[in-house]
């Protein structure tokens, strides 16, 4: 058996809380995420 979980307020690379049918997208931690990945990212660059 196959589901598709689908929200159109979550765009790619969106951090999203699944619970049963309902789809959360978590804002926050996206950014807080993206902020992560950019600093790894200047960190592997200045090297």
Do not use: S
């Not at 790619?12 to 309902?22: C, L, Y």
């Amino acid at each position: 058996m196959h589901f598709i979980i689908f929200t159109n307020k979550a765009n790619v690379g969106d951090v999203v809380e699944i619970e049963g049918d309902k789809v959360k997208v978590l804002k926050n931690e996206t950014e807080k995420l993206r902020r992560e990945i950019e600093d790894l990212m200047k960190d592997i660059w200045e090297d």
